[in-house]
Every structure is written in C-alpha cells, then in structure tokens.
C-alpha cells in the first residue's frame, strides 16, 4: 500500500499570506496526487487532481505542484475561508487509493 | 447535476451489521466508479473501497477485505456499503463519493453518522 505523509499537521499563517502544504508519498505515484479541502461538518471538497489542475470552480489562488514522491499545495493570499483541514491523495495504484493524514490550516 | 444522496444516521451495537446506501443521480450510472471512504471522529479520511458499477467487481482495503461488501442495484442507481461484525471504532461518518479525473473523488455525499455502542 501506498503510504502518503502530510507535513506539517498543522499550520499557522496569517490571512492574507501564503500556505505551503507537503505531502510525500513512499513510492512513485507520477501525477496520480488530488488535494482535498475540509470544512467542519462538511464533506471534502476537491481542490486539485492531476498534481496541478484545479477543479471546477476552485479560486485560482489555490495552486498544486509535484510529480513522482514530492507534491505541494500552495494557498496565495489566505481568505478566512480557506482555514480548513486539507488532505493529500494518491490514486496511482488501482484500486487502493490512499489519503495522507492532514493538515489542520489555521488562522495566526 | 451529480448527486449523491445517502441514508441516515444508524445506531449499532458491537458484532452487529450495518447497510449504508448512496442514491445517484445526474450522471450515467455505471460509468464511474463510486468509492467508501470513513472519518473516525476528529479523524482523518479512510480509504475503503470502491466499485465501477458497470465492471461488477469491487476493490478493497486489505483492512477491510472479508468484512466490508460493496454492492450495487442498477435499476435504483444506488450503491451499498456494509460493514459486518462492527466493533466500536468502526464509529465514523462513512462518505460515498464518484470519482472524476483518475481516481480523484469530485462528488461526494453527504455522510451517514453510523454510532456502534453497547
């Protein structure tokens, strides 16, 4: 099994400044990587699949990046709206798509 | 437009079963798979299993082989989940959700709250 792991658990910044999110994952998953937003209550949201392309309606301040073990999720200009958990997902080896354990984004 | 609409909160006791449905609508039924997905509370997403109605066949978590069945009913357009011999921390909200590009999950339902407790 594909084991991905988010860093860090959690995270301070101010509104109006940029989040960083990691994510690894142990072995290769090439692009297969989505980002997930969740708000208290809620299901998750997607963000981001393919490693970098936003799904729809998604602001164009939330960006992805990665390819291979290293992704990053980067939130430009923090809205107070945008301090939530987020979490990683790698769906490269069918079937079992594996979730990393979260980032808790809040507010400084 | 895509829906997912799944049934309501269940209370259970220890070495019980449980039967969790999602209703779509909106789409091709069929054609993209549905996937089981739990939150424990304060928790994290637990990947459990996943079906694409039209192939048959689900997949599972190797935690969660031989005590978990997904199953589908065409005519109805709705997805099962069952978890069988529950034991307490199987006390989560259990999400279905369709996939989308590869196998990120686009569609997600609303959660059902499934409470094991003597």
């Known amino acids: 099994e594909i084991v991905m792991t988010q860093s860090p658990a959690t995270l301070s910044v101010s509104p109006g400044e940029r989040a960083t999110l990691s994510c690894r994952a142990n072995e290769s998953v090439s692009i297969n990587v989505a980002w997930y937003q969740q708000k208290p209550g809620q299901p998750p949201t997607l963000l981001i699949y393919?490693?970098?392309t936003r799904a729809t309606g998604i602001p164009a301040r939330f960006s992805g990046s990665g390819s291979g073990t290293q992704f990053t999720l980067t939130i430009n200009s923090l809205q107070s709206e945008d301090f939530a958990v987020y979490y990683c997902q790698q769906y490269s080896k069918w079937p079992v798509y594996t979730f990393g354990q979260g980032t808790k984004l809040d507010s400084k | 437009q895509v829906q997912l609409v799944q049934s309501g909160a269940e209370v259970k006791k220890p070495g019980s079963s449980v039967k969790v449905s999602c209703k779509t609508s909106g789409y091709t039924f069929g054609t993209y798979g549905i996937t089981w997905v739990r939150q424990a509370p304060g928790q994290g997403l637990e990947w459990m299993g996943v079906i694409i109605p039209i192939l048959g066949t689900p997949n599972y978590a190797q935690r969660f082989q031989g005590r978990v069945t997904i199953t589908t009913d065409e005519s109805t357009k709705t997805v099962y989940m069952e978890v069988d011999s529950l034991r307490s921390d199987d006390t989560a909200i259990y999400y279905c959700?369709?996939?989308?590009?590869?196998?990120?999950?686009?569609?997600w339902g609303q959660g059902t709250l499934v409470t094991v407790s003597s």
């Open positions: 959700a369709r996939q989308w590009q590869g196998g990120s999950l686009a569609y």
């Open positions: 393919g490693a970098s």
